[in-house]
């Protein structure tokens, strides 16, 4: 008997009729012999909701009180799916993450999960009992609701699957697999056989939302058998590999192009340039949990230098105080900032052993004339930082020009 591990997104559970499809799904799995945990998010825009919500308050909510609630949405759609499975005559239990014990760190928003005790979950599958778990949140060792950080439903699925040691980790959502891009940026986007774990990797860490990071993170640490696809349309789906498996991995330099509108750049110009200054500029931005991305430091002149460093877009207020704060200590001639950028990057594990990718990239963007404002490299990937208004065209240009919409020769 196998054990499978289903995760449904918030379109996939968007109204009760979807919901009683999804009911008929699951049931479906487990009728095949298999034992069958559900984890689900909220139904599409709930999180939204309760996020604006929050902001006619406050515009920073307090985090703990944040995440009770935000993680009600999930509260929801696990009733209602267990509702549905027992009116469709199967049995099912629903319960949240804290009662499944997920526990997490207490980094409220963001929290990290760092055990689950998965004994409750297990008898109750012995039992017969289709398992529906809200997805996105945990519980600190003192009993707070904590939340994952937008998405973190697919790293609840991810890291049941792995408690659990199950066969297969189930990402339904509203594509049916993973793509060379979004697809609904680039329709002419193609969709992946197979994906490596690095890659996956790379690109959820550069924007792609179709998996959380720590979902992938996760998967790859463990070793759970991933695969994303379709909640309705019937189809193999994307799986997500290890590059040294061998087999008939798709050939290609690139594999994907991803994009990331949340970012935002931060610029402290005329700072002494002395030993401990990267420190004492980025030193206060860590203390205050803010992550920290690309980082450029210019050459100096005249014992001065420039440092520009992008953030998330929903801390760059937070990291522009920080640091007017820390210029006006350090003597710095000027802050500046932009909230209006966007990181695009090509991914490829097949980059390694080819040279000149970073540079037709930067022949493409030119003759469109985009420019660059930070470029940033690492073995498979090359990002760039260029302005909000050109990402569509950016994305779309380098997908045709890498020839991304063909199946390369195996
Ligand atoms: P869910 O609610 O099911 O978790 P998400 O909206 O989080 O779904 O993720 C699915 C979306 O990810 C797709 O609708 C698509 O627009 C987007 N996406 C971004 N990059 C890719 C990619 N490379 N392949 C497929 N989908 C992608
Ligand atoms: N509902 C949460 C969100 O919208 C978690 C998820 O969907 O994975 O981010
Ligand atoms: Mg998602």
Same mark, same amino acid.
């Given at each position: 008997m196998a054990l499978i591990v289903q995760k449904y997104g918030g379109t996939s559970v968007g109204s009760i009729e979807k919901i009683e499809g999804v009911a008929k799904k699951v049931i479906a799995c487990q009728q095949q012999g298999n034992q069958v945990v559900v984890v689900v998010s909220a139904m599409s825009g709930e999180t939204n909701r309760l996020i604006e919500l929050a902001n006619q308050i406050n515009e920073v909510p307090p985090a703990r009180e944040y995440d009770v609630l935000v993680s009600t949405g999930e509260q929801v759609t696990i009733a209602l799916l267990s509702m549905a499975i027992l009116n469709q005559g199967s049995k099912a239990r629903s319960y949240t993450g804290g009662q499944v014990h997920i526990r997490t760190d207490n980094s409220h928003t963001k929290a990290r999960i760092l055990d689950i005790d998965e004994a409750k979950v297990r008898k109750d599958l012995d039992e017969g009992n289709i398992i529906v778990i809200a997805g996105f949140q945990g519980m600190d060792e003192d009993g707070n609701i904590t939340t994952l950080g937008r998405g973190g439903s697919d790293t609840t699925a991810v890291a049941m699957a792995a408690a659990l040691k199950a066969d297969e980790c189930q990402i339904y959502t509203d594509v049916d697999g993973v793509y060379t891009t979004d697809p609904r940026v680039v329709p002419t986007a193609r969709r992946l056989d197979k994906v490596t774990f690095e890659e996956m990797l790379e690109m959820a860490s550069l924007g792609s939302k179709v998996l959380q990071i720590r979902a992938v993170e996760f998967a790859g640490k463990y070793g759970v058998p991933l695969r994303v696809l379709h909640s309705v349309e019937e189809g193999p789906g994307t799986l997500i590999t290890y #590059?040294? #498996?061998? *087999? +008939?991995? #798709? *050939?290609?330099?690139? +594999?994907g192009i991803a994009f990331n509108k949340d970012e935002a750049e931060l610029t402290i110009s005329g700072v002494p340039d002395h030993p401990g200054i990267a420190y004492q500029i980025l030193g206060p931005i860590g203390k205050a949990n803010v992550e920290v991305d690309m980082i450029i430091q210019n050459v100096g002149a005249d014992g001065c230098t420039d440092f520009t460093f992008t953030v998330h877009r929903n801390e760059y207020q937070k990291a522009l105080e920080i640091l007017k704060k820390t210029a006006k200590d350090l003597g710095a001639r000027e802050v500046s900032g932009d909230d209006t950028i966007v990181k695009v990057s090509l991914v490829g594990v097949g980059m390694r052993s080819h040279a000149g990718i970073a540079s037709t990239m930067f022949e493409v963007l030119a003759k469109e004339n985009i420019n660059i404002r930070m470029i940033s490299t690492s073995e498979i990937k090359i990002s760039v930082v260029v302005d909000e208004k050109y990402m569509e065209l950016a994305v779309r240009t380098l997908h045709n020009a890498f020839g991304l919409e063909e199946k390369p020769a195996a």
């Open positions: #590059e040294n #498996e061998g *087999d +008939s991995m #798709e *050939d290609a330099v690139i +594999s």
